[in-house]
């Protein structure tokens, strides 16, 4: 093969070796760009969900796809508010117990109320996620709340872990 010859090849095959990882590198680069701070044509933020609440009746909950996984939303009953405290009507949370990740079930409580209860250690929550003394292992903690802030009185909107709540 002559000198010439080769050196077209070689040169033809890093050309296209530097074509094809520009090629790799732009979905990377372009997903990188998506978020970047003032970015106004940035695509939807996946971890910003917004949802609407008002067709949630009281005593029933409406469960929401989010990255950091799914979401529930209690609708508190007027009985909740009074028996339990706390003014608000909703409480946003992740349907899982802290320390082993059991999955919560909606659940008549002995004050007459409705709370949670996970079956691996037969924790109790109350209607705004507080674990009840005496039930559950002492290591557990209340059910967490994603971040999350109020547009209206029946809109709301999920966040980045991290982020700040406007």
């Known amino acids: 093969m002559s000198s010439m010859r080769r050196y077209y090849l070689t040169a033809s095959l890093k050309l296209l070796v530097v074509i094809g990882l520009i090629l790799v590198s732009l979905p990377f680069i372009g997903s990188l760009m998506t978020f970047a701070p003032g970015n106004q044509t940035a695509r939807t933020n996946p971890w910003q969900v917004e949802v609407d609440v008002s067709t949630l009746p009281a005593g029933q909950i409406k469960t929401v796809d989010w990255p950091g996984g799914e979401v529930w939303i209690y609708h508190r009953t007027p009985a909740d508010q009074h028996q339990h405290g706390g003014e608000d009507s909703y409480f946003v949370f992740l349907p899982r117990e802290s320390k082993k990740g059991c999955q919560v079930t909606l659940a008549d409580l002995d004050d007459g109320g409705q709370g949670f209860t996970e079956p691996c250690y037969l924790a109790r929550f109350d209607s705004l996620g507080?674990?009840?003394?005496?039930?559950?292992?002492?290591?557990?903690?209340?059910?967490?709340?994603?971040?999350?802030?109020?547009?209206s009185a029946t809109r709301l909107r999920l966040t980045a872990p991290g982020e700040r709540a406007e």
Do not use: V
């Not at 507080?130 to 994603?146: A, F, I, K, T, V």
């Open 130 to 151: 507080r674990r009840l003394q005496g039930s559950g292992d002492p290591e557990q903690e209340d059910l967490q709340s994603p971040p999350h802030n109020w547009l």
